[in-house]
Every structure is written in structure tokens, then in C-alpha cells.
């Protein structure tokens, strides 16, 4: 049996928000993900600010092009006419994963936040690399992580074919 490919995973954090890349407002959810992200044992090179919109898709497709084993977005998940990034999401993976989104959706409503159910967060795989939406919130996006951190390794190696059999 093939072992978990855990210590050669990489991530990349991408921030969708126009006031950040614009320098009017601090991206205060991204770096916390990439710190957690490390803490679990990723290599992560770089959060990125993009604003929203395509640029979220240029970000999704660079990070595919580069490697980048996973790929967890924050923010444009609402319900603004600017929230896009689960359109752009869906323009770049090959196969989503529903199952994710209704996970987050079902956590944040378990932890009293009724704003859950107002995030339309996508998930899916494009080539050999897995992206998830979270919220823009700094808590949605923490507690999203912790949310996710059971089965990000089940599914970092489904995505790396790695045998599961047991």
C-alpha cells in the first residue's frame, strides 16, 4: 500500500476581495488559513489578493498550473453582486465536489451562524489539484479550516490516487 503523501503537499491561499488587492482593506482572513495550513504540515508559498472576479479564476489557474496541491479561497461567496468566486471556481475545476460546500454550510449553521446558509462555496478538482471555497469572514474561513481538517488528507490523497484500501 502506497503511504499518505502528506509531507510533500503544498497549498495556496487565495483572497478575493476588491478592497484588499486595492489596498483599502487588510486581508485579515488569508494569512491566518496559511498559518493553519502550515501548522497541519503544508508547504505554503504565498497568499495571494486578487480582487473579485476574474482575477479569482487567473489565481485558481496559476495555482493549477504551478502544482499547487490545494487551494482554499476566501471570500465572494455571498450573495453581492460582486461574490463570484464559486462561478470562477466552477470555470476552473474539472470535477466538483458538493459534498464540501454542504459540510461548511451544515458546520457554520451547527456553530449558531444562520449567515451560513447564505454561502453558495463550491469545492472540486481541477487536474491533480483540490480547491475549496470559504468564507471571507476570518471566523468562517477558521472554523471552515477546522471544519475540513478531518477529511483534507482522505481527500489529498484520493486526489493523488493514493490506494485507501484498508
Do not use: F
Not at 476581495?17 to 487588510?26: E, K, N
Not at 499547487?68 to 474539472?94: A, F, N, Q
Amino acid at each position: 500500500m502506497v503511504e499518505s503523501l502528506a509531507a510533500a503537499r503544498t497549498a495556496r491561499v487565495v483572497t478575493a476581495s476588491t478592497r484588499a488587492s486595492a489596498g483599502v482593506w487588510q486581508d485579515t482572513g488569508g494569512p491566518p488559513l496559511a498559518d493553519a495550513l502550515r501548522a497541519m504540515g503544508y508547504g505554503v508559498d504565498h497568499v495571494v489578493v486578487v480582487a473579485d472576479g476574474d482575477p479569482v479564476e487567473a489565481a485558481l489557474r496559476e495555482a493549477v498550473a504551478d502544482g499547487v496541491d490545494l487551494v482554499l479561497t476566501t471570500g465572494g461567496t455571498g450573495c453581492s453582486p460582486t461574490d463570484l468566486t464559486p462561478e470562477m471556481t466552477r470555470r476552473v475545476v474539472d470535477r466538483e465536489i458538493p459534498g464540501i460546500g454542504e459540510l461548511l454550510r451544515a458546520d457554520g449553521l451547527r456553530r449558531g451562524v444562520t449567515t451560513a446558509a447564505l454561502s453558495r462555496g463550491t469545492a472540486g478538482i481541477a487536474g491533480a489539484t483540490a480547491i475549496v471555497n470559504l468564507p471571507g469572514s476570518p471566523r468562517g474561513a477558521s472554523e471552515g479550516l477546522e471544519a475540513l481538517s478531518g477529511l483534507l488528507g482522505h481527500l489529498m490523497d484520493q486526489v493523488a490516487g493514493v490506494d485507501h484500501r484498508r
